[in-house]
């Protein structure tokens, strides 16, 4: 069974930086598409950005020219976000997304999620 793991949360001011990553493990027969999602207090989960297995990203207006999403290409099993501006409403808990072909057929993997409090 295929899991994953967020790293690199924290308290950021406004303005700042921060770098999420987001380590895949386990039987992964073939990678489609790798992602972050965000929830807010009280609020739906929303696509921060994606990154399909052939490079091809893409981001809400929100975040676009502000955050890029990249992979680790010596293990292509690591997605890090790079965040940089942050607003105050970034704020929120970042979930790794990654859609995966294992044993069992192709299945939608997420992150336990990790906090992102942008505040001074």
């Known amino acids: 069974q295929v899991h994953v793991v967020e790293s690199g949360g924290g308290l950021v001011q406004p303005g700042g930086s921060l770098r999420l990553s987001c380590a895949a493990s386990?039987?992964?027969?073939?990678?489609?598409?790798m992602g972050w999602y965000r929830q807010a207090p009280g609020k739906q989960r929303d696509l921060v950005a994606t990154?399909?297995?052939?490079?091809?990203?893409?981001y809400p207006d929100s975040v676009k020219a502000r955050f890029v999403i990249s992979k680790d290409n010596v293990e292509n099993t690591v997605v890090n976000l790079q965040m940089d501006s942050l607003k105050p409403e970034d704020t929120g808990v970042y979930y790794c997304?990654?859609?995966?072909?294992?044993?069992?057929?192709?299945?939608?993997?997420w992150g336990q999620g990790i906090q992102v409090p942008v505040s001074y």
């Open positions: 386990g039987e992964i027969l073939k990678l489609y598409i």
């Open positions: 990154i399909s297995r052939g490079g091809t990203t893409s």
């Open positions: 997304y990654e859609r995966v072909e294992e044993i069992r057929g192709i299945v939608d993997v």
